[in-house]
């Protein structure tokens, strides 16, 4: 069965988006079976991944809607993950979720009966706490949180860990933080080094070993519909991904080891 993993911000700009097409992709590289969910209105995610969000025929707003089967929306890319697009109509789809009824367990209604057919299941989350991120989070077994280490970095970072708490104690008890993913990362600002030491002090290990740098390549690469492994695999950003997405293979090793002796 897949694990579900939203990955999310309520501040924009901090590479949710780029981390989850790249960890898409890294993960894929691997021979794991993937979904990436593009769950922001703005389909950056779709756009991202080389599918062109004007042309899809279906997609993750009639899944939501419970019009259209997600095993049916979803896409195949050329980089061997699948992918549930997104639009603008997104934000029209949100606007009727509201007055549905169980209106914030449509996605992980529509996600059950293809929950065998991945290893992973990634939903790149919009950047705030809507209807949306709350779908997103009942769904998901754990939040992934991209991070910029910069001044406001943590009275952010506690409100979004507050609001994943709020989701656990009411909608999923199962919901966990994964991780910490500090992000446009340079290791030479000394006000990055202070926010990231801050990091490790409140979340120890739950702050990710693996850093994404600050790259010109890994930057370049959404504007072509390419994740970064592709786009230039020798970059720092493309070397620092798949880092991740190794670090990530092998937490979960640990967890499943752990699992068996308890």
Known sequence: MAKVIAVAN???????????????????????RVLLIDLD???NATGGSGVDKS??????NEVLLGEVAAKDAAVKTEWHYDLLPSNGNLTVAEVRL??????????KTALEPIQDQYDFILIDCPPSLNMLT???????????IPIQCEYYALEGLASLVANIEKIRQTANPNLQLEGLLRTMYDGRNRLTNEVSEQLRSHFGDKVYQTVIPRNVRLAEAPSFGTPIISYDKTSQGATAYLALAA???KRQRVELQEEVAA
């Open 55 to 60: 042309t899809v025929e279906h997609s993750i």
């Open 98 to 107: 509201l007055s549905s009824d169980n209106r914030e367990i449509k996605l």
């Open 10 to 32: 309520q501040k924009g700009g901090v590479g949710k988006t780029t981390s989850s097409v790249n960890l898409a992709a890294s993960l894929a590289v691997t021979k794991r």
């Open 247 to 249: 670090e990530l293979l």
């Open 41 to 43: 209105p703005q389909g």
């Open 134 to 144: 709350v779908n997103a989070f009942v769904a998901a077994n754990s939040v992934l």
